[in-house]
């Protein structure tokens, strides 16, 4: 046996050897099928050994031996390699289908290839079911055709497409996807596959819609506050009621929020609404659409009915959900006095979602006192009034009952309004303090009296009163009381009012709360320079509540006269107050009323008078 055939049996030995290690190590069959090759190889070469006789007849099987050795070395070389590259794969696998994204893979043609498992809880879908689909299986059609034409267009040449998509579920349900959509290229740059990842991000986007929508209303709340702190500034500089519907309108008109607004009312003759006055939308189309059967001409008669607002759609029918409304109808009034509605209208959405109801209802009733006092003043200024007569015996009243339970005669000297109670100063005659009081105990309209003093056939007392008089209906409607007389229930009421009021609708409002009265006179009046109510009016305006109350009382209790028919201590326990407070009071009304009289009117002084 020569060193060639044992070199080629050393080197097959080795490789076996060198096969059974890398087999152990990698359990890869390939180095199994190496280890019996080189072993068979190696045992041949044993057998042949004593039949070669020549080392050169050997060199092609040592030959053969030296690759073998060299495609062990490098079989264990590429299987290293390989299984790293197989390991890589695995962990990116791996990764993918523990991803929290949906990601899947499509061709050219955008038919899917691989799905993740997390596609499911994105889209509802199973990931096995949705390869070979196109993934518009969850097109929500919430985008229009020119989304997706953009947005091929963008992955189809090269570029990576990110953005926000709604899908729609499998169950039916509508998702936001944050969506990244890239290309897969070969070694030349053309585009081989396409790579989606999807996050659902619908919790999120329903949050900003809900902070958005949240900041939309509180927008629209702060334009609304801002036309109401307009509206209520300028009512104090308007004199008028022309006036003050003119600012209503303009100010919703001019708002960004508002389209325009109108101030109307239901006439009296049929069932149709008058337009007073509007800013923002055309007199003559207002008038046409109330015409032709508008929603308005109903609504406004149960809104003014019920006294309270009233939201509408476009045609003026009600609505009960604000974010649906395209208007609302706002009752004017004063207490029981009604100024008609104001109508502001918006063609923006949901306009009215965030107004609560009670915003509206509050500028009604601000309005209508606003009107109530430029009409009471007006009516008290003007020069040319008309006045009126009723006769009150069959009217359910306070100081009717009074003198009819009493049989006796009831004056009215004065009367002080307050906020759902009055002070009215009366003089009875023909009956005591006492039965005045018996009687006021079992009223459920009059909730004290106090005596302010009695002479021998007369007493003059103050009763706490209830809004339920025909007197203060009368002045809620604009009109100045003149005087109320009663005797033994059969009375009279004499009211001014302005020519520039509805002289028919305040009779008619007067005669609607207090079906029993009677117009028995109408008469045209002109007054002559400063009329003594104006200049009463001026004096009442520069007092303030308690002042007024404090000077009436004292006059009417008598603590003016000489001897003093009543003490400060008594005035001040009427008033339900201190002596000192009564004093002070007493002490400020008295300097402002000189001060109007001597300084507010100095042309009745000429000088100093002469003999």
């Known amino acids: 046996m020569n060193g060639v055939i044992l070199a080629s049996i050393g080197l097959r030995v080795v490789g076996v050897g060198y096969s059974l290690v890398l087999l152990s190590r990698s359990d890869d069959r390939r180095f199994g099928f190496l280890t019996v090759m080189l072993a068979l190889m190696a045992t041949r070469q044993l057998l042949s050994a004593r039949q070669t006789t020549t080392a050169l007849a050997e060199l092609p099987g040592l030959l053969v031996s030296v690759l073998a050795l060299f495609t062990v070395h490098y079989l264990s070389s590429y299987v290293v390699e390989e299984r790293r590259l197989t390991e890589r794969l695995r962990g990116f696998r791996k990764a993918i289908e523990h991803a929290g994204h949906a990601i899947f893979l499509t061709d050219t043609d955008g038919t899917i290839e691989y799905a993740n498992p997390a596609v499911e809880s994105v889209v509802g879908h199973d990931p096995d079911a949705v390869v070979g689909e196109n993934p518009r299986l969850w097109k929500s059609g919430e985008h229009d055709e020119a989304f997706y034409e953009e947005m091929w267009a963008e992955i189809a040449s090269g570029n990576v497409w990110d953005g926000e998509i709604v899908n729609r579920r499998k169950s039916g349900d509508l998702c936001w996807v944050d969506m990244t959509i890239a290309p897969i290229t070969d070694d030349t740059g053309a585009v081989e596959r396409y790579v989606a990842v999807e996050r659902d991000v619908t919790e999120r986007k329903e949050r900003r819609l809900r902070i958005e929508a949240q900041n939309e209303r509180l927008e629209r709340l702060n334009n609304t506050n801002e036309v109401l702190r307009d509206v209520n500034r300028e009512l104090v500089a308007a004199s008028t009621r022309r006036e003050i519907e003119r600012v209503l309108c303009d100010r919703f008109a001019d708002s960004a929020l508002f389209e325009g607004a109108w101030v109307g009312d239901s006439r009296l003759v049929d069932d149709g609404v008058d337009v007073r006055t509007a800013a923002g939308v055309a007199e003559a189309t207002l008038e046409a659409r109330l015409a032709s059967g508008d929603g308005y001409r109903t609504v406004v008669d149960e809104v003014l009915e019920r006294g309270s607002p009233s939201f509408v759609d476009d045609g003026g029918a009600p609505v009960d959900d604000p974010a649906a409304a395209a208007g609302v109808v706002v009752p004017l009034s004063y207490h029981d006095a009604d100024y008609g509605v104001l109508v502001v209208e918006s063609g923006a959405d949901g306009a009215f979602e965030s107004i609560d109801r009670g915003v509206f209802a509050e500028l009604g009733l601000t309005v209508g006192d606003a009107i109530n006092a430029a009409e009471s003043r007006r009516t008290l200024a003007a020069d040319d009034v008309t006045r009126l007569e009723f006769r009150v015996d069959e009217v359910t009243d306070p100081f009717v009952s009074l003198s009819a339970a009493l049989e006796c005669r009831v004056d009215l000297e004065r009367l002080s309004e307050g906020d759902g109670d009055r002070a009215a100063y009366v003089s009875v005659t023909g009956s005591e303090p006492s039965a005045v009081a018996e009687h006021v105990d079992a009223s459920s309209h009059v909730r004290a009296v106090e005596s302010l003093c009695a002479l021998e056939e007369r007493c003059l007392l ?129 300097r402002k009323l000189f001060r109007e009289l001597f300084e507010g009117r100095p042309d009745t002084v000429s000088g100093p008078a002469t003999a």
């Open 462 to 590: 103050r009763l706490r009163t209830d809004d339920s008089s025909v007197v203060t209906t009368a002045a809620r409607y604009g009109a100045a009381v003149r005087s109320l007389s009663i005797d033994r229930g059969d009375g009279r009421l004499v009211v001014d009012v302005s020519r520039s009021n509805d002289v028919r609708s305040v009779v008619e409002a007067v005669r609607s709360a207090h079906p029993g009265l009677e117009l028995v006179s109408q008469l045209e009046r002109e007054r002559d320079g400063e009329s003594t109510p104006e200049f009463r009016s001026g004096l009442e305006e520069a007092l303030t509540e308690r002042q007024l109350e404090a000077a009436q009382t004292a006059y009417f209790a008598g603590f003016f006269e000489w001897p003093r028919e009543t003490s400060g201590e008594a005035v001040a326990s009427m008033m339900g107050i201190s002596q000192s407070t009564f004093t002070e009071h007493l002490r400020s009304a008295e």
